[in-house]
């Protein structure tokens, strides 16, 4: 993900060095008069071609660079080759907390529909240059990004649209197609961004709509509410920038602030918790109505954790795998080290993922019948449990009061198992946050000089927290 520096992906560069460099590749032969001159042509003085002409010709070289760069990060992350992810016959695989066993052809077909109509948000190129700079693509760097836009997007799915939709035109799993086959908009997108209209109808015909009006508040433009520009200006109060690595309890914050900010989600909130702490009397201040009769706003729920030191401890695997069989779980925004997926499901010792390291053109999302097929992945991939890195983001959704009762009691139940009773994941806690004092846990964090991580028993020295670490439990 790493291995193109920030600088190298700036493709718009634009400096007047960038400009000599451009010019001194440029062939020198004879001029000829220019009529567009504004003064004799000769060696007293340069002929002044048209106004837009040294720009066209680095514009065309950004774009190469981005073609480039495209090209060698696909192939990179092995989505050039055509291949098929193996599965078991005999075990169960978990797909958003769904149960599917390969038993018979109508297994494999209802876990391919319900694959394929997962919302899959990757890289992207030619979109207008992002805030604060000229990079109109953030392959390279905005893996996490992406990461997080799918967990938002599953709590979307789930929020507007039955929890047992599946997209009716998806295709079946097959290997990923090449790119080319959406039709991005050309240029730079359009003069006028606006939200797409549909006209009503049937109640599949408003589901679908509704599919297509979630991927659209996706989309790679400044006026789109959770789209990367969006996400990247929010995270500039925190002295983030396009093109710097974000980590997910970062991102967490940032989906944060991009629904509060949002108009377009009135009756959804989104809680992060602190200190590896969910407080509960803090997510129904968040939710709930002055009308005790009222009924609560839905409610996404993002948990940053470190499982383990340098590694991922094995200790939580099993507790892991209970988050994802649970069906209010939107899955786990994490990866490698420096390498952002998006699990959404395991089966065995695998984790089952979404890869946003493949980098497509942008679509332009204005127009009513905008392809979708470049939303949809075809290409389920697996990861061992053991290659995962231990700081992760993990995600639930409560539709309503009801349901964030019984998320509470689930996780009551999978936090307080045997295997990690010691050291939870996070944990649940009544009351609002202020309401327990930090001060003994610092002043006992302040006089230790080790601690100990379980399973291994080695000791490491204690270091000043960062905005990345987490409290170790």
């Not at 004879?30 to 567009?36: A, I, L, N």
């Not at 109509?117 to 030619?126: E, N, Q």
């Not at 944060?256 to 200190?275: C, M």
């Not at 806690?429 to 004092?437: F, I, M, R, V």
């Amino acid at each position: 993900m790493h291995s193109v520096s920030p600088g190298a992906a700036q493709y718009r560069s634009g400096s007047p060095e960038h400009a000599r460099r451009s010019e001194a590749r440029r062939p020198r032969g004879p001029r000829g008069p220019d009529p567009q001159s504004l003064g004799p042509p000769g060696p007293s003085g340069p002929a002044l071609g048209p106004p837009g002409a040294a720009h066209v010709e680095l514009d065309e070289v950004d774009k190469f660079k981005a073609r480039f760069l495209t090209a060698w990060n696909n192939v990179k992350y092995g989505w050039m080759v055509k291949s098929r992810t193996s599965f078991s016959k005999i075990s169960s695989i978990y797909l958003c907390g769904r149960r599917y066993r390969f038993e018979g052809e109508g297994d494999i077909q209802r876990f391919q529909r319900d694959f394929v109509s997962r919302l899959w948000l990757t890289y992207r190129r030619d979109f207008p240059p992002l805030a604060g700079g000229s990079l109109t693509s953030d392959c390279g760097w905005g893996c996490m990004l992406r990461s997080g836009q799918m967990m938002l997007a599953q709590g979307l799915l789930l929020h507007f649209l039955p929890q047992d939709w599946v997209w009716a035109e998806g295709p079946g799993l097959s290997p990923p197609e090449l790119p080319g086959s959406a039709s991005p908009s050309p240029g730079r997108g359009p003069a006028c961004w606006m939200l797409p209209r549909w006209p009503r109808g049937a109640p599949e015909l408003e589901q679908e709509l509704q599919h297509r009006q979630i991927v659209s508040w996706f989309a790679d433009h400044p006026q789109a509410p959770f789209g990367l520009h969006r996400l990247v200006e929010l995270g500039q109060s925190s002295g983030k920038k396009a093109g710097d690595w974000y980590g997910p309890s970062l991102v967490a914050h940032i989906l944060r602030k991009a629904v509060e900010s949002s108009s377009e989600l009135t009756r959804l909130a989104v809680y992060v918790s602190q200190d590896c702490t969910v407080y509960k009397a803090d997510v129904a201040r968040l939710v709930a109505s002055r009308d005790p009769a009222a009924e609560w706003k839905s409610v996404v729920i993002l948990v940053p954790v470190r499982l383990g030191g340098e590694t991922l401890n094995p200790v939580y695997v099993p507790g892991v795998k209970e988050l994802l069989r649970s069906e209010l779980c939107l899955g786990i925004m994490g990866g490698k080290p420096r390498h952002s997926l998006y699990f959404i499901g395991y089966q065995d010792d695998f984790l089952l993922y979404l890869d946003p390291h493949y980098c497509q053109p942008t679509v332009d999302v204005s127009q009513a019948d905008f392809p979708l097929e470049s939303f949809h992945c075809t290409s389920p991939r697996k990861m061992a449990f053991a290659k995962m890195d231990p700081s992760c983001t993990v995600g639930f959704y409560a539709g309503n009061k009801k349901e964030f009762e019984t998320l509470c009691s689930d996780l009551t139940r999978i936090l307080s198992s045997s295997a990690t009773d010691r050291y939870p994941m996070f944990t649940l806690a009544e009351g609002h946050a202020q309401d327990h004092s930090l001060d003994d846990l610092c002043s006992q964090l302040s006089q230790a000089t080790t601690l100990r991580l379980p399973r291994t028993g080695r000791l490491l020295k204690a270091k000043q927290p960062s905005s990345e670490d987490f409290v170790f439990l």
